[in-house]
């Protein structure tokens, strides 16, 4: 008979050793689960701030760490790596926008992430007024100090080129509204933007004209609209003003409107319109030039573009403003004389 295997007995110091690696085991569950927990609750805590309303401003640019800097500098007591982890963690790292915010009390670090990420910001505006020259609208533009200029050092005619516009002139493609942009865009952005609401606009206008217009383009259109625009004092006349000046076109008369000369003039023009500039030859004299000026002199709005391709059905070729926002309106040139010397003249 074969001999019982004797038992063989782990040593004691084995047992002992996984003893302490099973300890050790559960004391690291342990703590992997006290500081996931630790971490939720620093997440989902609500942010100290140095006041209840926050009005931030963050910057573009600026990756999850700075924007935490940022914010720290405005009075909101975010934790840095706290905000890197919880952009990461919730993949939206690269989703934080600029912009300016006024942010929730009790937000917290989770929640900013995602208030970052929709880009739920008070966004800035500016009103762009019908009636106004592309230069003014580009200084205007310029003086924001939310807005980038990415287009330093050039003028409308050059951003009208690196736009292909037609005309090589910013003039009259400006929509004129008022837009609402997120602080750090740039001026190129809202450009693009206005200039296609315009060429919506126009074709619009265009496609809706009075088949009989002397106008052929559409950009003869938009020319035409900021005269219009220009010389319209009371919003009921515009129809009327628009039709004296399409009867003129019509008949080959010179349009002799004075914003045009004004225009030709430029920045040297100093609020007074004398004889000598109505004599004086340029591009947009329309009292020494035929037809329309090279390009608009100005931005017109919708109902300008309306009036122009749609004016009213009239038998006038004067008018002359009465001094209220009105305008007086004549068929010939001695009813027109008569209408000068008692509204300008005062005779």
């Known amino acids: 008979m074969r001999k019982a295997k004797k038992s063989r007995k782990v040593p004691r110091k084995t047992n002992f050793q996984w003893l302490w690696l099973k300890r050790i085991a559960i004391a690291g569950v ?24 926050v009005d931030a401003h963050v910057s573009s640019g600026q990756g999850a760490r700075g924007i935490a800097n940022e914010l720290n500098q405005q009075g909101l007591k975010v934790n840095p790596t706290l905000f890197v982890l919880a952009a990461r963690l919730t993949g939206r790292a690269s989703q934080l926008k600029a912009g300016r915010y006024e942010l929730p009390e009790g937000i917290s670090v989770v929640g900013l992430v995602e208030y970052l990420s929709k880009g739920q910001g008070v966004l800035s505006s500016i009103a762009l007024i019908e009636g106004q020259t592309a230069r003014a609208l580009l ?41 609402k942009y997120s602080p750090g865009s ?60 399409v009867n003129r076109l019509r ?13 030709g003039v430029g920045e040297a023009f100093d609020g007074n319109l ?4 109505l004599q004086t030859d340029t591009p947009y004299n329309s009292y020494t030039r035929a037809g329309l000026p090279p390009t608009p002199i100005a931005t017109p709005g919708k109902a300008a573009l309306f009036a122009a391709l ?38």
Request: aromatic fraction near 8%; avoid cysteine.
């Open 30 to 53: 342990v703590l992997l689960v006290a500081g996931l927990a630790l971490l939720s609750w620093l997440m989902l805590t609500p942010i100290d701030r140095n006041q209840l309303r």
């Open 139 to 179: 200084l205007k533009l310029r003086s924001q100090p939310d807005l980038i200029d990415d287009y330093p050092g050039l003028d409308h005619h050059a951003i009208a080129t690196r736009m292909q516009l037609e005309g090589g002139s910013l003039e009259g493609w400006i929509y004129p509204d008022t837009y």
């Open 186 to 245: 740039s001026l190129s952005e809202l450009l693009e933007r206005a200039v296609r609401l315009q060429k919506l606009e126009l074709e619009k206008a265009w496609q809706q004209r009075d088949p009989q217009s002397p106008l052929k383009t559409p950009y003869e259109a938009l020319k035409m609209a900021s005269i219009v625009e220009k010389e319209t004092g009371l919003a009921s006349d515009r129809g009327k003003v628009a039709s004296v000046f």
């Open 251 to 263: 008949v080959g008369m010179l349009l002799q409107t004075d914003p045009t000369v004004i225009y």
């Open 274 to 277: 004398t004889r000598k500039h």
């Open 310 to 347: 749609n004016p009213e059905k009239t038998p006038y070729f004067y008018f002359v403003a009465k001094g209220d926002g009105s305008s007086y309106f004549s068929k010939n040139l001695n009813e027109h004389n008569n209408a000068v010397r008692k509204y300008q003249l005062g005779r």
